[in-house]
């Protein structure tokens, strides 16, 4: 019988990912493959599609799940990713209580699983999780600045509550969690409709068309590459289990989307013109993950430059023109 000493596990480890069929999760899938897991992406294909993940099916290490985590899921798995759930705000505020309870019917679904199994569990959450941030850059004991009745406040607060259910369920039933902070990330299999800024830009730029700023674009992101961000994951998946995070995982370089819009129109070598609209309802002015303590515990840092990320994210858009 093979055995992985990395994991000392008899067999590959077992590894559920939620929102596998999205953008993150698809690198995911494929990055767990590599490293020998035997995966079971799980998908209600809402903003995921078959695409991202055709490369995997058909590899003996992969299944393709359709499922709604809002409904119960039984399988005996090893490691949860949950992951799903939409991303951009125009898709998570196309049904804003499905929204909702895919954060919290999907996480207490999935912790009800990792508790029966005793598996791990690492929750995808968010940098939204601290709002339009009066503390910055945003430390992990930072509490946030949530308005819980806008436009956003099904993520938001979808997310936070998400927090809150692995947190009670590893004090109340000592679920190993892992709890995870991105920050803006971008890539190959953003979807390019999705709304946004990075695709946005991206796809306005390589049809000619105007760049759309929203409000005066002085407001700021600071955007990892998809491949650190995985990395991250990997790395805190395996951290020491009194490590559960939360735990800020983002590239600290901050910009405006103005420059952003520059570089994007720099790298694209277009001609596109700005145009200003107006500013979304409760769109948070600044953001920057401060990633000392992803640094200090997990030994990570991210390695990707805007421009690399951006040229190859480019190149990978060059295909829906
Ligand atoms: P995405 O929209 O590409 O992926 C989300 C996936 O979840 C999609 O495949 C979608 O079909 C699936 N999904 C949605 N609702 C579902 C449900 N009820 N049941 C099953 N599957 C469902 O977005 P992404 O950027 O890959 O984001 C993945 C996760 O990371 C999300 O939880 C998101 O909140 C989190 N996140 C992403 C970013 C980012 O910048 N990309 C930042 C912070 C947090
Ligand atoms: N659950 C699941 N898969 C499992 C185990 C549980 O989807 O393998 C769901 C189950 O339907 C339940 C939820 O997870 O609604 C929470 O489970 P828990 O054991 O915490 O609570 P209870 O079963 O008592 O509601
Ligand atoms: N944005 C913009 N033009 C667009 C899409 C987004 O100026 O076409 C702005 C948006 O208002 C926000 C920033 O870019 O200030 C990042 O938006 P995104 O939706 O990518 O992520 P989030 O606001 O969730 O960080």
């Known amino acids: 019988m093979e055995h992985n000493k990395k994991y ?3 067999l590959n480890p077992r590894a559920l990912v939620t929102g596998g069929a999205g953008f993150l999760g698809s690198h995911l899938c494929e990055r767990l493959i590599k490293e020998k897991h035997d995966v079971i992406c799980l998908d209600n294909f809402f903003t995921g599609q ?7 099916v058909g590899n003996p290490y992969f299944e393709l799940v359709r499922h709604d985590v809002t409904f119960p899921y039984y399988v005996e798995v090893d490691r949860i990713f949950n992951l799903a759930c939409p991303a ?27 508790k029966r199994t005793k598996a791990r569990i690492l929750q995808a959450s968010t940098s939204e999780v601290y709002g339009d941030p009066s503390v910055h850059p945003q430390v992990e004991s930072y509490w946030g600045n949530v308005n819980p009745i806008g436009i956003r406040s099904c993520y938001d607060e979808g997310k936070r509550c998400a927090e809150t259910l692995f947190f009670d369920y590893y004090r109340q039933n000592s679920v190993e969690i892992k709890v995870v902070r991105i920050f803006n990330t971008y890539g190959p299999r953003m979807h390019p409709n999705d709304g946004r800024v990075v695709s946005n830009f991206i796809m306005q730029a390589l049809r000619g068309e105007n760049i759309t ?4 674009g002085q407001q700021t992101r600071s955007f990892c590459y998809v491949d650190d961000l995985i990395d991250a994951f990997m790395l805190m998946m395996e951290s020491s289990p009194d490590f559960t995070g939360p735990v800020n995982i983002g590239n600290p370089g901050e910009f405006t989307m103005l420059e952003l819009a520059e570089k994007i129109i720099m790298l694209t070598g277009g001609k596109s013109k700005l145009v200003f609209m107006p500013l979304p309802a409760d769109d948070p002015k600044q953001r920057q993950p401060d990633i000392s303590l992803a640094k200090s515990k997990l030994g990570w840092s991210p390695k990707v430059s805007l421009e690399d990320g951006l040229s190859r994210t480019i190149e990978y858009f060059k295909d829906f023109i």
């Open 8 to 10: 000392n596990y008899a």
């Open 50 to 56: 078959k695409r991202n993940v055709a490369h995997l």
């Open 88 to 114: 951009s705000p125009p898709h998570y505020q196309y049904d804003p209580v499905q929204t909702t309870k895919t954060s919290v019917h999907g996480a207490i679904n999935m912790l009800g699983l990792a």
């Open 213 to 216: 700023i929203y409000g005066d």
